[in-house]
């Protein structure tokens, strides 16, 4: 066993043999738009997600499924699934069966499995201050679904992000590939939001952060969709979270907060970069076309584990 979940890392790894490391995630969750293929593409990008953030390549993956049993959901069932499988091809891993149960409250998600050479797992722990904290998508995905399913935007409004969110992060995990030994830890951003994956990092690594709002990508709308109130429980959650581990600048406001503990679906890599590193990594991430390559802040010497959010 190489990593487990005492680390809080995105996927468990189990070594296999002196150059061979078996990566496996597990991710599922109830529809967050409206259009069943574009949910089952987010939701497969959201678990082969996982395995890049360890350094893996993804190499197979099972469905698991909760869903109603009669005739017309049955037939939306299939949208899901097709949408789940044609990003699988992207990513290059085969869909070899799964799991489903009857339910009333429709979910979908997939075991996704990975491989990678046992010396270049990424983890959490390998941040060391003077690094710098690299982003490879825009942050607002949970305002904007929770916008979405209280009417307040429309689909096609939506459409930007839900292309986004159905983006592999596999051009990103290339980028990082090339980087090598450059690359000290790295982790996506998904539910916990950008500080609640950001702490996992700083737990592991024994290290502080200092976060630049005005550095980080933020989808259209998504300021003024968290004044009009549109923010979901999780994210609430995350900002009483974030409080224990936090320290905020006087000129950073309420609205700053829950968009740094959006709960995400789908994010993009955290990559965490040795300083000389740095400028290598953004111009091969915007080369290979990520929806984002912004250098958000640094890693600082912090015993108390610490991160600093300034303007």
């Known amino acids: 066993m190489l990593v487990d979940l005492a680390t809080r890392d995105d996927a468990a790894v189990f070594q296999l043999s002196e150059d061979r490391a078996i990566v496996a995630t597990v991710d ?3 529809p967050i738009v409206d259009d069943p293929r574009a949910f089952g593409a987010i939701a497969a990008a959201n678990a082969f997600s996982d395995l890049y953030a360890m350094g893996a390549r993804p190499l197979l993956a099972l469905n698991l499924v909760g869903w109603p049993r009669n005739p017309e959901m049955l037939e939306i069932l299939g949208e899901v699934l097709a949408g789940g499988s044609e990003v ?3 990513a290059g891993a085969l869909v070899l069966g799964g799991h489903s149960i009857d339910d009333p409250e429709p979910k979908f998600g997939m075991v996704a499995i990975g491989e990678v050479h046992p010396d270049r797992v990424i983890t959490n722990r390998g941040a060391r201050p003077g690094d710098k904290l690299v982003l490879t998508k825009p942050i607002g995905t949970g305002i904007l679904s929770t916008a979405l399913k209280r009417d307040a935007i429309s689909e096609a409004e939506m459409a930007p992000a839900m292309a986004v969110m159905a983006t592999l992060n596999a051009a990103a995990a290339r980028a990082v590939e090339e980087i090598g030994d450059g690359v000290h830890a790295m982790t996506d951003v998904t539910g916990f ?4 994956h950001l702490r996992h990092i700083l737990e592991g690594s024994g290290v502080g952060a200092r976060i630049s709002i005005s550095k980080v990508p933020i989808f259209d709308r998504v300021r003024d969709l968290i004044e009009a109130g549109m923010v ?5 959650r995350n900002v009483e979270s974030a409080q224990e581990f936090t320290e905020w600048a006087d000129d950073v406001g309420e609205s700053d ?3 740094l503990s959006d709960a995400q679906t789908s ?3 955290l990559i965490v970069v040795a300083n000389d590193a740095a400028d290598a990594l953004v111009q091969l991430l915007e080369r290979l076309g990520t929806p984002a390559a912004a250098v958000i802040g640094e890693v600082i010497d912090s015993p108390q584990r610490r991160a600093q959010i300034e303007r």
Do not use: E, M, Q, V
């Open 28 to 30: 599922f969750f109830t």
């Open 267 to 269: 994010g993009g890599l």
């Open 193 to 196: 939001g950008l500080l609640g």
């Open 232 to 236: 979901p429980g999780g994210t609430s």
């Open 257 to 259: 907060r829950i968009l």
């Open 88 to 90: 699988a091809r992207r």
